[in-house]
């Protein structure tokens, strides 16, 4: 046997034994999923999908970023769907979470507690039964109060509780506020409401800083409570110097803003 | 003679694949094996469309580019290149902590790529104000053997990143210790050492007085308007009590409070705005505009140009 007709046998032989791993075409779309930047994933799934419609991981990872950006009525029921038919026990688990907390911020969070019970009991995926167990203890100490556990799911769910403090707090459903930050912050949320609905039609954005003056009290108000009338009193005296000093010029609206955000102020409040 | 002539003419002709018998099943095999790989290896992104989206400020664009060509590479340099790619475009567009993570992916791909990683993540802890991890990092990156330019920028972040710690003294240290002629850099340092920072207690206690807190940071324009606010809502104030006027009195006492409030603020503000003032100033005057660029020309192997 000739030099030449040995070689590709022995080539196949090192392909057997020493295969290459490709890279998993979803395996970006899922990273930036786990990342949490929507619309890069969103793109990175409609490309898998536009090369196989039939993708059960695309189509989750698609529907699970439209509802991240915009968590409607269309998108919830879309992931619901996935959620009962998908062939793939991972993809329904998948589904069935991101529908639950699409449906606790659609603000019909009682409709969550089924898929986020499926969730929960199907997975077998750490985050997402992490996430699940979140919004699971979420809805059972703040929403569904009245409804009872099956006594399985209840079992599982007491033995998982102390899983809770490894959730991160991406995971996490967000917290209603408690009353003291309410309170700090409601009187900053009425003025500037008041301000946007009354005043400022009639006399237009005449601010020259961003974020404008009134988003600047918005913003610090929900950051700090009432320091943040204090903190709008100094941006109006200050106005007129950082608009001299032009040092962080914007385009906004085909007009030059000036750059001043809350960061640039509290800085000395946040560090230790 | 003639045979062996026959006989090489024939070896080149019918085992070579495509020769005259046509392909041999072993090569055919083979070929439907290997194929697939090497047609997706074809219609992997070209680096170009990423350094394009590079060039075009599109940095979160071009870091997913090189992550995807990451992924597409089959050595474990071009990966861990890629990867300190995109963590540098993902660094460029803000996105610090995937930066970090893609820095993570770079060092598991190839350990030797250490002094690139410890820059990165020297530059994002610095970025992100994480003055005790940026120090550790660009002080390591010194300890590597490498070349003037990196050691000098090394040696530069390492001064401003001790010096954001308030510790001047490790700053000037890290200067001295390049060898090289870094007297710009220490001028400014020797600038910001004779300065004084202001005292945030005493301008919030001076702002006390309308206006007095920002006169003490130096900023005086706002001093005046804070002074004028305050004065004409006090005189309000004393008006509308005289005349018995409580409405409007409580109105404008609550508008008067906010300014006061905020003229004690704004002296205590103002005051941490001048030393962070001249922090920067002396930050910027240690960097001199010294900076560094990776050459993606040359990519998969990551060459990294410093400027100064």
Same mark, same amino acid.
């Given at each position: 046997?000739?030099?030449?007709?040995?070689?590709?046998?022995?080539?196949?032989?090192?392909?057997?034994?020493?295969?290459?791993?490709?890279?998993?075409?979803?395996?970006?779309?899922?990273?930036?999923?786990?990342?949490?930047?929507?619309?890069?994933?969103?793109?990175?799934?409609?490309?898998?999908?536009?090369?196989?419609?039939?993708?059960?991981?695309?189509?989750?990872?698609?529907?699970?970023?439209?509802?991240?950006?915009?968590?409607?009525?269309?998108?919830?029921?879309?992931?619901?769907?996935?959620?009962?038919?998908?062939?793939?026990?991972?993809?329904?688990?998948?589904?069935?979470?991101?529908?639950?907390?699409?449906?606790?911020?659609?603000?019909?969070?009682?409709?969550?507690?089924?898929?986020?019970?499926?969730?929960?009991?199907?997975?077998?995926?750490?985050?997402?039964?992490?996430?699940?167990?979140?919004?699971?203890?979420?809805?059972?100490?703040?929403?569904?109060?009245?409804?009872?556990?099956?006594?399985?799911?209840?079992?599982?769910?007491?033995?998982?509780?102390?899983?809770? *403090?490894?959730?991160?707090?991406?995971?996490?459903?967000?917290?209603?506020?408690?009353?003291?930050?309410?309170?700090?912050?409601?009187?900053?949320?009425?003025?500037?409401?008041?301000?946007?609905?009354?005043? *400022?039609?009639?006399?237009?954005?005449?601010?020259?800083?961003?974020?404008?003056?009134?988003?600047?009290?918005?913003?610090?108000?929900?950051?700090?409570?009432?320091?943040?009338?204090?903190?709008?009193?100094?941006?109006?005296?200050?106005?007129?110097?950082?608009?001299?000093?032009?040092?962080?010029?914007?385009?906004?609206?085909?007009?030059?803003?000036?750059?001043?955000?809350?960061?640039?102020?509290?800085?000395?409040?946040?560090?230790? | 003679?003639?045979?062996?002539?026959?006989?090489?003419?024939?070896?080149?002709?019918?085992?070579?694949?495509?020769?005259?018998?046509?392909?041999?099943?072993?090569?055919? !095999?083979?070929?439907?094996?290997?194929?697939?790989?090497?047609?997706?290896?074809?219609?992997?992104?070209?680096?170009?469309?990423?350094?394009?989206?590079?060039?075009?400020?599109?940095?979160?664009?071009?870091?997913?580019?090189?992550?995807?060509?990451?992924?597409?590479?089959?050595?474990?340099?071009?990966?861990?290149?890629?990867?300190?790619?995109?963590?540098?475009?993902?660094?460029?567009?803000?996105?610090?902590?995937?930066?970090?993570?893609?820095?993570?992916?770079?060092?598991?791909?190839?350990?030797?790529?250490?002094?690139?990683?410890?820059?990165?993540?020297?530059?994002?802890?610095?970025?992100?104000?994480?003055?005790?991890?940026?120090?550790?990092?660009?002080?390591?990156?010194?300890?590597?053997?490498?070349?003037?330019?990196?050691?000098?920028?090394?040696?530069?972040? !390492?001064?401003?990143?001790?010096?954001?710690?308030?510790?001047?003294?490790?700053?000037?240290?890290?200067? !001295?210790?390049?060898?090289?002629?870094?007297?710009?850099?220490?001028?400014?340092?020797?600038?910001?050492?004779?300065?004084?920072?202001?005292?945030?207690?005493?301008?919030?206690?001076?702002?006390?007085?309308?206006?007095?807190?920002?006169?003490?940071?130096?900023?005086?324009?706002?001093?005046?308007?804070?002074?004028?606010?305050?004065?004409?809502?006090?005189?309000?104030?004393?008006?509308?009590?005289?005349?018995?006027?409580?409405?409007?009195?409580?109105?404008?006492?609550?508008?008067?409070?906010?300014?006061?409030?905020?003229?004690?603020?704004?002296?205590?503000?103002?005051?941490?705005?001048?030393?962070?003032?001249? !922090?920067?100033?002396?930050?910027?005057?240690?960097?001199?505009?010294?900076?560094?660029?990776?050459?993606?020309?040359?990519?998969?192997?990551?060459?990294?140009?410093?400027?100064?």
């Amino acid at each position: 046997m000739s030099l030449w007709q040995r070689i590709p046998g022995v080539l196949l032989g090192i392909l057997f034994f020493f295969p290459v791993p490709a890279a998993h075409p979803a395996s970006l779309a899922w990273e930036l999923y786990r990342e949490g930047n929507w619309p890069a994933c969103s793109i990175e799934a409609a490309r898998l999908l536009a090369s196989d419609p039939a993708d059960q991981s695309a189509q989750f990872l698609l529907h699970a970023c439209t509802a991240r950006q915009s968590p409607g009525a269309g998108a919830c029921s879309n992931l619901l769907a996935l959620a009962g038919s998908s062939s793939s026990s991972e993809i329904r688990a998948h589904a069935a979470t991101e529908a639950a907390w699409a449906l606790l911020r659609n603000h019909t969070p009682r409709q969550a507690w089924q898929p986020a019970v499926q969730a929960f009991l199907t997975t077998n995926d750490r985050e997402t039964f992490l996430q699940s167990l979140a919004i699971l203890e979420h809805l059972h100490r703040h929403i569904c109060r009245d409804i009872a556990m099956p006594p399985d799911v209840e079992r599982q769910y007491l033995t998982c509780e102390p899983l809770l *403090r490894l959730v991160p707090e991406a995971l996490k459903p967000p917290r209603p506020d408690s009353l003291a930050r309410r309170l700090g912050t409601t009187p900053g949320r009425l003025i500037v409401a008041f301000y946007r609905s009354c005043i *400022r039609p009639a006399i237009g954005s005449r601010c020259s800083l961003s974020p404008s003056c009134s988003e600047y009290f918005h913003l610090s108000t929900r950051k700090h409570g009432l320091l943040g009338i204090p903190m709008l009193a100094d941006r109006l005296v200050r106005e007129p110097s950082v608009v001299l000093a032009a040092r962080y010029p914007l385009e906004q609206d085909r007009r030059t803003v000036y750059h001043d955000p809350v960061e640039h102020h509290d800085f000395w409040i946040q560090s230790p | 003679m003639n045979s062996t002539r026959r006989s090489s003419r024939r070896f080149r002709l019918s085992s070579f694949p495509g020769g005259r018998r046509g392909l041999s099943p072993a090569w055919a !095999l083979l070929l439907v094996f290997t194929a697939p790989a090497a047609l997706q290896a074809a219609e992997a992104t070209p680096p170009s469309l990423a350094v394009s989206l590079a060039k075009a400020d599109d940095h979160a664009g071009a870091a997913l580019e090189f992550r995807r060509q990451a992924l597409d590479s089959q050595d474990s340099a071009s990966k861990a290149a890629f990867y300190w790619s995109a963590a540098r475009e993902y660094h460029e567009a803000g996105q610090y902590e995937v930066a970090d993570k893609m820095v993570d992916a770079a060092e598991n791909e190839d350990p030797d790529l250490l002094a690139p990683t410890l820059l990165l993540r020297g530059e994002n802890s610095a970025a992100i104000r994480d003055w005790p991890s940026s120090a550790f990092f660009f002080r390591n990156l010194l300890s590597t053997p490498g070349d003037t330019n990196r050691t000098r920028y090394a040696a530069r972040s !390492l001064a401003v990143a001790e010096l954001r710690r308030r510790q001047p003294d490790a700053a000037r240290q890290a200067l !001295l210790g390049t060898g090289s002629d870094e007297s710009t850099p220490l001028s400014a340092l020797d600038r910001y050492s004779q300065g004084r920072d202001k005292r945030p207690w005493l301008g919030g206690l001076l702002g006390m007085i309308p206006g007095l807190g920002y006169a003490y940071a130096g900023e005086f324009a706002n001093a005046g308007r804070s002074l004028i606010l305050n004065s004409l809502f006090i005189f309000g104030m004393v008006n509308t009590a005289d005349n018995e006027n409580w409405g409007a009195f409580a109105a404008i006492s609550f508008f008067e409070l906010t300014w006061y409030s905020g003229s004690i603020y704004g002296g205590i503000d103002a005051a941490h705005r001048y030393n962070q003032d001249r !922090l920067e100033t002396c930050a910027q005057g240690i960097m001199n505009h010294a900076s560094f660029e990776p050459n993606y020309a040359t990519l998969p192997a990551l060459s990294i140009q410093f400027r100064f």
